[in-house]
């Protein structure tokens, strides 16, 4: 439930930013915070958020970043300005951010049986699909009555996971890592380093890669990212520790994660574009394009745990990788004059890919990890993902606005997504299953 809110939070603003604007004003770069504040600081304090989930504990921590994800949504419905909302989308986002690995690391505490984990990681996988599912037709519907409710339908949901999580035993002391200080260094740097690349892509894609705050950027970015390096390489307690990062699973399921999610929301983000812009469709008409991908890419995610029990977690990463690359490919392939339906068919292979791949690549990295690192390793690969995601919306954005032309634009982003997802397929043949006792 908490993987839920947090998915469709990342949808369901997209359609219903015409209804903010005429609501609360501002412009154009305002707007965007509104849904790029919330990505800038769901990337930037995953790490952190992982390594709090190590050292306080899965349930504390999933019931702190659900209580503050709750209180902003309600913050954001009643927000009476945009800069307001903007503030409160941030929060939203440290939320989400600590909602990620807390939800993970609950579900390593409570099967420690990788098969029996496999299968719940699916569960989990599925209410991300939901959330997908639910966000674009959502947003385009409730902002038709009031644009305020795509934020309070969060405050049930969010009550209900808190009301069950209190029902939930606690873990052993033993299934967490010990109380050890904080790596401030380490964290801090981490925060400046994943906001600066953020801020970055971001900000380039509206004033290029030579306007002052984005060199700016880069310079906080390099500088942040040295400070992490050497704090982990040389600190007491480090937040991740260079022998997690030196772990080649780990690095080839972060490399896969920021793939995938470059695909999936940079597709979701071209075609709401494309769909308003070029073919004309309403917003609610356009959230419902995207119901066949998502109601079916719901079937595909309890289906990755039976796929790798049968074949093995990595044969469902590669054969989820290739179906995305397929679906990017014939997007980037159908002309400007195909129909509608045409390309609402051909989104189903990208968004199914993800589906399969996603929950046997979050398996077998926690297959790789002791029990007391799951949060830690679960915020890496999450923040990947999310730094994706949004250089996706960055870069591919610049595209769309420098050709001057969005079929072109949309051809070439399409295009270097592909590539993306065809260099992380060839590196999946790196991953190994773990040793079983």
Known sequence: MGFFVITLDALVVNVALPSIRSSLGGDITGLQWVIDGYTLMFAALL?????????????????????????????????????????????????????VPSSLALIREAFPDARSRAKAISVW????????????VAGGFL?????????????????????????????????????????????????????????????????GFTAPVVLIAIVVLVVAGVVFVLSQARGRHPMVGLALLRERTMVVAAGIGLALNVGFYGMIFLLSLYFQQAKGMSALATGLAFVPMTVLTAFVSP??????????????????????????????????????????AVMVPVGAGGSLAVPALTS????????????TASGVLNTSRQV???LAVAVFGALIAGRGHLATGLQTSFLIAAAAVLLTTAVSFLLRPAARA
């Open 364 to 375: 077998l990295l926690l297959d790789h990890v002791p029990a007391r690192q799951a949060g």
């Open 143 to 207: 902002s038709q009555v009031d644009w305020r409710l795509i934020f309070f339908v969060n405050l049930p949901v969010g009550l209900i996971a808190l009301a069950l999580l209190a029902r939930t035993p606690a873990a052993s002391r033993t299934a967490h890592a010990p109380r050890v200080p904080f790596d401030w260094t380490g964290q801090l740097s981490a925060v400046a380093a994943m906001g600066a690349l953020t801020f970055a892509a971001i900000e380039a894609g509206a004033d």
């Open 47 to 99: 790490l952190s958020a992982g390594s709090l989930t190590d050292r306080l504990g899965a349930r504390r921590t999933f019931a702190v970043g659900l209580a503050v994800f709750v209180a902003a949504s309600v913050a954001c419905g009643l927000a009476p300005n945009l800069g307001v909302l903007v503030v409160a989308r941030l929060v939203q986002g440290g939320g989400a951010a600590v909602i």
């Open 303 to 344: 289906s990755a745990a039976w796929f790798a029990g049968r074949f093995g977690a990595r044969m469902p990463v590669i054969t989820g990788q290739v179906a995305m690359m397929a679906g990017l490919v014939l997007l980037a392939l159908v002309p400007a004059s195909a129909p509608t339906w045409l390309m609402v």
């Open 388 to 390: 994706g995601g949004a």
């Open 125 to 136: 996988a599925l209410g991300g699909s939901a959330g997908s599912a639910a966000g674009p």
